[in-house]
């Protein structure tokens, strides 16, 4: 089982900042086969990356992957107020397809 | 538009069964994977277990695969189903149903159902 490591747990930011998330995997992800996605409370998950860099369905352009193998990054290049959420990756180069712990973008 | 809409949850007695069902709308339900995913309260994501489109190819997360957790799906009916047995207080979460974007199992998932609390407790 690939286990993904996130890092922040938390990342207090003001609106306008710039949000860098890290998730590191325990084994190569192949493919890029790496999605994140955002959560917001009572909310169900909604995809905002896959392919490791490639941008869901109606996502602005202010979200941002990158990365490969072992060490990928969502960047926000602005936030705005309804970004401060949590933010999940998740691999599916292989099953189980496991989720990271998660990181909260909280307003500073 | 894509829907998903999950049903079946509640309370159960650990040891029992339950079966979720989730209806898809909007969509072409038969030509992708589809998905169960659920989260245990103030947690985070736990893939549960995926189905191919035809329902040739199916997988579990280790933890319910010895329990007779069972995916399945009828393209007739537009509806993915999750029959969870031998119920374990650390069974309790929301569980989502959600859509791949192929029609494999290794996708990533572009849909997701608002969810369906099951809470094991006697």
């Known amino acids: 089982e690939i286990v993904l490591t996130q890092s922040p747990g938390t990342l207090s930011l003001s609106p306008g900042e710039r949000a860098t998330l890290s998730c590191r995997a325990s084994?190569?992800?192949?493919?890029?086969?790496l999605a994140w996605y955002q959560q917001k409370p009572g909310q169900a998950p909604r995809l905002i990356i896959h392919?490791?860099?490639s941008r869901a369905t109606g996502i602005p352009d202010r979200f941002s992957g990158s990365g490969s193998v072992t060490d990928f990054t969502l960047t926000i290049s602005g936030l705005e107020p309804e970004d401060f959420a949590v933010y999940f990756c998740?691999?599916?180069?292989?099953?189980?397809?496991?989720f990271g712990q998660g990181t909260k973008v909280e307003i500073k | 538009q894509e829907q998903l809409v999950e049903s079946g949850g509640g309370v159960v007695q650990p040891g029992r069964s339950l079966r979720l069902s989730c209806a898809a709308s909007?969509?072409?339900?038969?030509?992708?994977?589809m998905d169960w995913v659920r989260q245990a309260p103030g947690k985070g994501l736990e893939w549960v277990a995926v189905?191919?489109?035809?329902?040739?190819?199916?997988?579990y997360v280790d933890s319910v695969r010895g329990r007779a957790f069972t995916i399945s799906r009828d393209n007739s009916k537009n509806t993915l189903y999750l029959q969870m047995s031998s119920l374990r207080p650390e069974d309790t979460a929301t569980y989502y149903c959600?859509?791949?974007?192929?029609?494999?199992?290794?996708?990533?998932?572009?849909?997701w159902g608002q969810g369906t609390l099951v809470t094991v407790s006697s």
């Open positions: 959600a859509k791949g974007r192929g029609g494999g199992t290794y996708n990533a998932l572009d849909y």
């Open positions: 909007g969509f072409t339900f038969r030509s992708y994977g």
């Open positions: 189905i191919s489109y035809d329902g040739s190819e199916k997988y």
């Open positions: 084994q190569s992800v192949s493919s890029s086969y």
């Open positions: 392919g490791a860099s």
């Open positions: 998740q691999q599916y180069n292989t099953s189980p397809g496991t």
